[in-house]
């Protein structure tokens, strides 16, 4: 991984910037919401003591019929087409059956469904109709309570038959309609509305099941106040929707209404509101468990409210970008619930502040996030950029044979100047290398030096040699006299060597320069060299037109000598060698190739170096072979601007070496 995107990624940890930010905006939102229904649930409940202390809340009430607002007018004809929208909210009779009670100005009413797929039929004045399949409805006022007795044999209209003595207020008379079909029946009576009724109960029997005939479940009558609900908008506060519920979550009284319209401080969009309820408000009940017109709510805080517990909850609001408290707080009495109150207040203060302070707080992160990662970029690219100046300055800095580049002898190391740890590192590779240089040019003069050191030495050993032959010596001792004779002269010849090299040198340096044709010099050698390479082959191959190239002739023959040499050693008495001469864009190119075996991966390199050869090693009295032929090519390449090479043929078959030249510097003539 490069350093750029190393630091790229270091730049992506300020992410942690606005994810802080969220987590604070979140704890900050719902430190918001706490207070807010925290104050809410402390207004419910003072609401509800001052509505115990007014006793605007019966007690006693936890058990009863609801009777509903009738929405349409209703028909007594037993049939339940009417009670439709009233359906939903009808209460059990037991396992019996299902019983509905809504009023209008015209009076009461009263629809029981009833399943029953085994029928017990009788009329209410037939002497065994407690014995078939009835109904008992008791009325009940403050004078008492009265029974009456519904059923009939057949569908159509019925007179319920009183079973009490008579009651004042209460009618001496009720008719009904009564229908049937395969899976039960249906009763729809109306009572009078200015009748005075405090309980009502209703009893359902079923012959086939047996019981007791005139069970009745009476239960005080539950309606919507209007006077309570006055009471209610007295003490609640402003801006605030308040329903009293009965502990079963009948609606009692209510006033007020929800304000959700946009406040001063304007509404939220779509998309701040998305925001909101995905990154902060997380927690918020669905607004259908909290419709505004039914008459029941039984919602989990309803009934935790019911077993004396007060709790608050935050749902979505009807309208977009709106969200609601709602607490519900018991109305007790004597350690006895009465009822709930539950307050609902809409709120767009904090979707509001919290949208803006997370929108606010993600700009400035992300903001601050583009600037960091483009400098941290901007840094990474300039310290990439120097990193690969000093890399490349390595590079070139020494030749293959570990000179010292002629640029950086007589300049300076790339941003030597710089006080950073770059800099630091561009002067440590400028020490060492000067210490590599040095080194490299005590090794090159190691040769002439030590062949010089080494003559006088071998003069002495060579002197002391021809004074022992002039002694007398035991016969025993002729033999280790010529071997110390021949390693004098083989002594001899490594300091000629030594010393030869060094004078090639500076021969290579002084060579005068001409403009010549390369096919005529590179033509000649190979003439010459077709005599001397025995059963060998040699192909020549030069370009068509001339090329002229200003260099020492007499060198690249030297250099063409040494390569044919080399390249004897290892062809094959049968094999063949190849010369051609090549244009190239800045010279010429002559390349030697030969039949015999591929040069070693890890020697490429170190082929054209002093003193190194791949000959086998000379056997005992042979001249020693130093390596100094290729040695010679690579000076004469460099003397003409130009590199030697060696590489293996592509086919395998042998070896190629070659002389890159682009000709020698023209000398200005002095005026």
């Known amino acids: 991984m490069t350093l750029r995107r190393k630091l790229l990624l270091v730049a992506l940890c300020t992410l942690a910037l606005p994810i802080a930010g969220w987590l604070y905006v979140q704890q900050m939102e719902r430190l918001l919401r706490e207070g807010q229904a925290q104050a809410l649930l402390a207004s419910a409940r003072a609401v509800a003591r001052s509505l115990v202390v007014t006793g605007a809340v019966a007690p006693g009430q936890g058990n009863g019929w609801y009777v509903q607002q009738a929405q349409d007018p209703i028909t007594v004809d037993g049939y339940g087409d009417d009670w439709a929208p009233l359906t939903p909210w009808s209460q059990s009779l037991g396992q019996r059956g299902r019983l509905l009670l809504a009023e209008d100005a015209d009076g009461l009413y009263l629809y029981a469904d009833v399943p029953d797929a085994q029928r017990t039929r009788a009329d209410a004045d037939d002497l065994n109709a407690l014995a078939a399949d009835h109904l008992i409805l008791a009325l009940g006022n403050a004078a008492g309570q009265r029974r009456y007795l519904l059923a009939s044999a057949a569908p159509g209209a019925l007179t319920a038959r009183p079973l009490d003595p008579a009651v004042d207020g209460l009618p001496d008379l009720i008719t009904a309609q009564w229908q049937e079909d395969g899976s039960g029946y249906r009763v729809e009576l109306r009572l009078p509305r200015k009748l005075p009724l405090l309980t009502l109960g209703v009893g359902v029997y079923d012959a086939h099941v047996g019981g007791d005939p005139m069970a009745v479940d009476t239960r005080p009558l539950l309606r919507y106040s209007s006077t309570l609900s006055g009471e209610l908008a007295q003490f609640a506060p402003d801006q605030v929707q308040a329903r009293v519920l009965s502990p079963q979550g009948w609606l009692l009284a209510r006033s007020g209404r929800l304000n959700t319209a946009p406040g001063t401080d304007g509404q939220p969009g779509w998309f701040a509101s998305m925001i909101y309820r995905s990154l902060l408000a997380t927690r918020l009940e669905d607004a259908n468990l909290w ?356 590489r293996n043929l592509d086919d395998g078959r042998g070896v190629a070496f070659s002389l890159q030249l682009h000709g020698m510097p023209r000398q200005r003539l002095s005026g």
């Open 291 to 646: 419709s505004q017109d039914v008459p029941r709510l039984d919602t989990a805080e309803v009934r935790e409210a019911r077993a004396g517990t007060s709790v608050s909850v935050w749902r979505s609001g009807e309208e977009r970008g709106s969200v609601v408290l709602s607490a519900a707080v018991p109305i007790e009495r004597a350690g006895q619930v009465d009822g709930v109150l539950l307050l609902e207040q809409a709120s767009r203060a904090v979707p509001l502040l919290a949208n803006r302070a997370l929108l606010g707080l993600l700009l400035t992160s992300f903001g601050v996030l583009l600037v960091a990662g483009g400098i941290l970029l901007a840094f990474a690219t300039r310290l990439s950029l120097r990193l690969g100046r000093l890399r490349n300055a390595a590079e070139r800095a020494q030749l293959n044979d570990g000179r010292l580049d002629g640029l950086f002898k007589h300049g300076r190391f790339p941003m030597v100047d710089a006080s950073d740890e770059i800099g630091d590192l561009a002067r440590s590779f400028e020490r060492l290398f000067e210490v590599v240089d040095g080194y490299t040019d005590y090794l090159r003069t190691l040769a002439s030096k030590l062949s010089h050191e080494l003559n006088t030495p071998l003069a002495i050993v060579k002197s002391s040699l021809d004074n022992l032959e002039h002694a007398a010596l035991p016969a025993e001792a002729q033999p280790y006299l010529a071997r110390a004779r021949d390693g004098v002269a083989r002594l001899g010849a490594l300091v000629r060597a030594m010393s030869e090299s060094s004078r090639m040198e500076r021969s290579i340096m002084a060579a005068e320069p001409e403009d010549v044709d390369l096919r005529d010099v590179v033509s000649g050698c190979a003439d010459a060299y077709r005599p001397l390479i025995g059963q060998r082959r040699l192909e020549c191959v030069l370009p068509e037109a001339p090329l002229h190239l200003h260099c020492a002739p007499e060198l690249i023959a030297q250099a063409l000598d040494k390569l044919l040499d080399n390249a004897l050693s290892f062809t094959p008495e049968s094999g063949w060698l190849r010369l051609t001469l090549r244009t190239t864009v800045d010279g010429a190119e002559i390349e030697l190739a030969n039949q015999g075996p591929l040069l070693p991966e890890e020697m490429q390199g170190r082929l054209f170096d002093s003193l190194v050869s791949l000959r086998d090693k000379a056997t005992p009295g042979d001249a020693p072979h130093l390596g100094l032929g290729l040695y010679v090519v690579r000076l004469v390449a460099e003397r003409h601007g130009g590199v030697a090479a060696a």
